[in-house]
């Protein structure tokens, strides 16, 4: 049972992977060619595809009644994606930003932090907070528009992505990347929940690491790619866009998933991502530049909390 179980799982994990690597490269494609700048690519269209597991996870987990793995995952995704996945970032390759589009979306995600650990006062999240949450994400999609515009730039493709045959395979990439993730995220949401309770692990925890890594793969994948290529800009870009919809549009879908209603027992995890999120924000937003030291940091403080979580 436990290895049958364990199988799936890692199953769940490889489809995620592989899906969400296609994803991504059929969504790069349609963004490099509107001529869009890296970093509001990056946190627009690809994040949103880097995001589709955590999202298709938790509403999962929410609509089977699982609401401790619905926004454990989300919040464990937040943490995640900043301490592990921007720490190797920052620390292999660090560099700058745009420090305007910078500033103006890590003020919104902050807020948007912020606004969840407001909401978990009462250790619920309902609908109508969710519907606030979708507000903030409109805010963010309208400020993504805004610098598209202001920072718009000759179109990169070539003669042969224009072409027919490269939409086709691109748009294939794209369709199949999202099958791939579906599939993923149901093995990944029904194993994760029975090896939580052959472990003797709560269900929370299990949602705040293993689940929360496995849906964090396509954008440690998407990091490394952009480690190779030194594109840093790509890196944070996507992780501060995926961050944002983990915290808007996954917690708002999953509490409609969930009946309108769902638990929230995650005030010291919430504010364990606030605390990783001002290590990686507030000194760049002063110069526009992120230093090796940050990174660095960023892992010793997502190693030291995965600790506490286990222990």
Sequence with gaps: MMVRVSLLFLLGLVLM???GDSFVEGAEWMARVTGIPPFVVAATVVSIG???PELLVSTMAAAQGSGGMALGNAVGSVSC???LIL?????????KVDLRSLR????????ALLAMLAFGIDRRLTWKEGAALLVLLLLFIMNDITSARRGLFPREESAAERSLHAAAIYLGKFLLGAIGLAAGARLLVDNGCILARLLGVPEAV???TLVALGTSLPELVTTITALCRGQSSLSVGNIIGANFLD???VPAASSLAGGGVLPMDHPLDLLMALGLLLVTLLPAMRRGHFRRWQGGTLLGLYGGYLYLLFR
Excluded at 87 to 95: D, E, K, Q
Excluded at 104 to 111: A, T
């Design 87 to 95: 720490g190797i970032s920052l620390l292999f390759l660090p560099g």
């Design 206 to 208: 299990i949602a705040l």
């Design 247 to 249: 915290l808007t549009l």
């Design 81 to 83: 994606n900043t301490g």
């Design 50 to 52: 880097t995001t589709m």
């Design 104 to 111: 103006e979306k890590g003020f919104l995600l902050l807020f």
């Design 17 to 19: 992977v592989k899906g």
